[in-house]
């Protein structure tokens, strides 16, 4: 397909782990990133990957790329209810002559206590 | 840190009213963008501009306009406000063209069309 890809609904219990995937369109992007958006606010840059890497750990975070089969995951440890909130994977494809970034729609994750 | 700030939180406008969004970022970042987020639609891109008087076409520009006479500040206009254009408007503003390093987001606005 021509979007980029996530599911549009999450739902997990606190102290669980989240995990939310996408799937982006160009296997030559070399970043691709996660943006949180918390109700109201503007997207907040998470966390990013350079597409040699296949995986990156950040605290809480951990990132997983699958170039084979365009694949990206976000991994939320010990999810939060302030991680309640929309999460956005985005992809800066070679394609793209201006290099603007290609947003999915958005996952929506909510945390029940 | 970046700041991308957006001159209004909520702004309720009347049908056909000229309308102006500011954004102003205060890091020398080249490029900046335009998107209004609907439910279920994601970010779609309305326009966005890469230097000084630049500006190019997004996703749905129609009923839209811009500016940028300045490199940090980039206006959004709805030239004739409509109803269906009632939305949460984001700026963002990134460093270089490649986007490596991502963008910074503004706080939004959400604009009702009455």
């Known amino acids: 397909g021509e979007d980029v890809e996530q599911s549009l609904f999450l739902s997990v219990r606190e102290g669980d782990s989240s995990v939310i995937n996408c799937t982006y369109t160009?296997?030559?992007?070399?970043?691709l990133y996660w943006y949180k958006q918390e109700p109201g606010a503007g997207l907040q840059l998470l966390t990013y990957i350079f597409s040699n890497m296949d995986m990156k750990q950040d605290q809480r975070l951990t990132v997983l790329l699958n170039k084979k089969d365009k694949h990206l995951s976000l991994r939320i440890a010990d999810t939060q209810t302030g991680d309640s909130a929309i999460y956005f994977c985005a992809e800066a494809p070679i394609s793209d002559s201006w290099g603007k970034l290609q947003f999915g729609a958005g996952t929506q994750v909510v945390v029940t206590p | 840190d970046v700041k991308v700030t957006q001159s209004s939180r909520y702004l309720v406008k009347r049908t056909g009213e000229k309308v102006f969004l500011e954004c102003v970022q205060d890091m020398d970042h080249e490029n900046m963008f335009w998107y209004r987020q609907d439910p279920g639609l994601g970010l779609r891109l309305i326009y966005f501009s890469y230097d000084v008087k630049m500006k190019e076409k997004g996703d749905i520009p129609e009923g839209y306009s811009v500016s940028r006479e300045k490199k940090e500040r980039f206006s959004l206009i709805l030239e004739s406000a409509s109803t269906n254009q009632t939305s949460m408007y984001l700026c963002a503003s990134s460093l270089t063209r490649q986007g490596s390093y991502g963008y910074t987001f503004g706080s939004g606005t959400r604009l009702t069309v009455v």
């Open positions: 160009d296997s030559s992007s070399t970043y």
